[in-house]
């Protein structure tokens, strides 16, 4: 199917209008979206000038900093709307999905209304950008996504976050697997069916496409397509795909850890003696380990060159940083300014870091599980060896916590758990995927550690003072040579951990909490009750699922 105009009437660099055959992307675009070539531009994978030159000139808060990274604005959001991501209600995929608050449902018809929605905004532009490229580093697995965006903005920031192609893989690109259609500016009808605001990411995994409207986050694309990952590679192919970084030994050893925000999941990877496979999002399949995205994106509040200097040497031509303060006259950043969000963020794309593992996977499978938590009770052993069955409870726990003061009436720090360490992103149920983990561990003899990079002594509200990080990397160090193989362990109280007696370099009266805490046995054994209660409470809505042998490895309250 063609439009009634075949060939659109455009001008040539002399400004002598000109009649131009359609390309192969326009007739595509028409075919399955009726965006009408005839009178909008369609630039596809337009150059990194190019893009700079079209934020430039046509979008609102775009500037260039001091060195050379594209400044955007994201408008009113600045972050993920959890809330309003919706999966289409359809009969291939309806059996699979986790329904519930991550996964809300929606109906074809109400689909059918914000897909066209989202057409009929894109039709009302100018131009607007597609940008063809790749989720996943393995050429097995790997997913051809198309991008239909009306930012330039948004076209660099998935330019740099998917994995570029080269020229002879574009020109044999073909038809994508996956397509996004970004209309974010423009909001969805709060009148159809299911919407709760102006604002709907939606997936549909029959039509194998995704549908903005109401935001201009960049990060919803990138994480959207982390959710179809989510989906396909554990359903159509037996591959786990992981919420984690991970990064490789000169030997070969490859460690992955999970976390949540504020653990240390990107600080401790980017480690100077191990190359970077990814800060993010990967995949473990049967081959090994491999990162599913292009580039980085990275937290830029409090950046510094002196604490993350990987991270701020890539701030450069080519790179996006999303909502941040900056000189008007110098265009110096000031990273410690939260005027317009505390989400501020950079993505650039990931040969930008100096130990990246180019291409970004390995055949090697992993030889440390980490799991991370920043346990801001004190409680958490510093350093755990984790059983089968620990891993997958505390893999679906997701437990760190959240400061006190961060928010009006948080007096203590407040247990806060994410299953999976991904719990946003996830599409099947979490102990799908704690299964897929655990069968890879045995499969794999990998060693599996639950890592604390919180506080000792007491408390962050009792003055208790976070682990210092020379002796969480000594504690990763020793890990990763095999130096708490065949050391001495102690059981840690309620939670049943293996906890070592020694590590070198690191003070043996914090490894075990109870030896450092200040506050008396008694204060001690209360606050390790009342968080192994918060971890059964939290388990809960997962035990109809699990196992007798992962429903023992509960804490014992």
């Known amino acids: 199917m063609v439009p009634p105009v075949v060939n659109q009437t455009k001008l040539n660099p002399k400004g002598i209008e000109a009649h131009v055959p359609a390309s192969q992307i326009e007739k595509d675009l028409y075919e399955v979206a009726h965006i009408d070539y005839s009178k909008v531009n369609i630039e596809h994978n337009p150059s990194v000038p190019t893009l700079y030159e079209d934020a430039l000139t046509r979008e609102v808060g775009s500037a260039i900093n ?14 993920r709307s959890p ?26 018809t109400s689909w059918n209304i914000n897909r066209e929605r989202a057409i009929d905004y894109l039709n009302t532009r100018n131009r607007i950008y597609v940008i063809d490229a790749y989720a996943g580093w393995d050429p097995k697995y790997r997913l051809k996504i198309r991008v239909v965006c009306a930012r330039a903005y948004h076209a660099l920031f998935m330019r740099n976050m998917l994995i ?60 959207g397509i982390f959710t179809v990952m989510f989906y396909l590679m554990p359903i159509k192919h037996n591959v786990l795909t992981l919420h984690s970084s991970a990064n490789e030994g000169p030997k070969g050893d490859v460690s992955v850890f999970f976390g949540l925000s504020g653990t240390g999941k990107t600080t401790l990877s980017a480690d100077p003696h191990r190359a970077l496979i990814g800060d993010d999002e990967h995949c473990w399949s049967d081959h090994g380990v491999f990162n599913i995205e292009g580039g980085c994106y990275a937290k830029c509040v409090g950046l510094s060159q002196e604490k993350e200097p990987d991270i701020f040497n890539s701030i450069k031509f080519g790179s996006v940083l999303e909502n941040v ?16 969000t505390e989400n501020t963020r950079c993505s650039y794309p990931i040969e930008y870091i100096p130990n990246a593992k180019l291409p970004c996977l390995t055949d090697n499978h992993p030889t440390n599980i980490i799991l991370l938590t920043c346990d801001a009770r004190g409680v958490i052993p510093p350093i755990s060896k984790l059983t089968n069955e620990q891993v997958m409870y505390h893999f679906i726990s997701g437990y760190t916590s959240k400061m006190a003061g961060t928010e009006e009436g948080v007096t ?18 979490p102990m799908h995927y704690a299964k897929m983990l655990s069968e890879k561990i045995t499969k794999y003899k990998a060693k599996a550690w639950l890592l604390n990079t919180g506080w000792v002594g007491a408390s962050a509200a009792k003055g208790g003072q976070r682990c210092p990080l020379k002796y969480t990397r000594a504690i990763l160090d020793a890990v990763h040579a095999g130096q708490l193989d065949n050391i001495k362990y102690e059981t840690y109280e309620t939670f049943n951990l293996q906890v070592p007696t020694e590590v070198p370099g690191v003070p043996s009266e914090i490894l075990n909490p109870a030896n450092a805490w200040q506050g008396g046995a008694a204060d001690f054994k209360s606050e390790v009750k009342k968080l192994g209660a918060l971890f059964v409470e939290n388990f809960e809505r997962f035990k109809d699922e699990a196992t007798p042998q992962v429903l023992a490895a509960a804490p014992v309250v």
């Open 325 to 340: 303060v900056f000189d008007p006259k110098t265009r110096v950043v000031d990273y410690d300014d939260v005027t317009l």
């Open 66 to 79: 001091s060195t050379g990274a594209l400044v955007a604005n994201s408008g009113d959001k600045t972050g």
């Open 164 to 223: 570029r192609p080269s020229e002879e893989e574009l020109k044999n690109f073909g038809e994508p697997d996956f397509t996004i259609y970004n209309a974010g500016a423009f909001p969805a009808n709060r009148y159809t069916d299911g919407m709760t605001s102006a604002t709907s990411i939606d997936i549909n995994f029959k039509a194998m496409e995704m549908v903005i409207l109401g935001t201009e986050y960049a990060g919803e694309m990138k994480k």
């Open 83 to 108: 809330k309003d991501k919706r999966v289409v209600d359809e009969p291939s995929s309806n059996k699979n999905v986790w329904w519930g608050p991550v996964n809300k449902k929606l109906s074809e």
């Open 412 to 429: 203590e720090p407040q247990a806060t758990f994410s299953a999976c360490f991904g719990q946003p992103f996830l599409a099947l149920h």
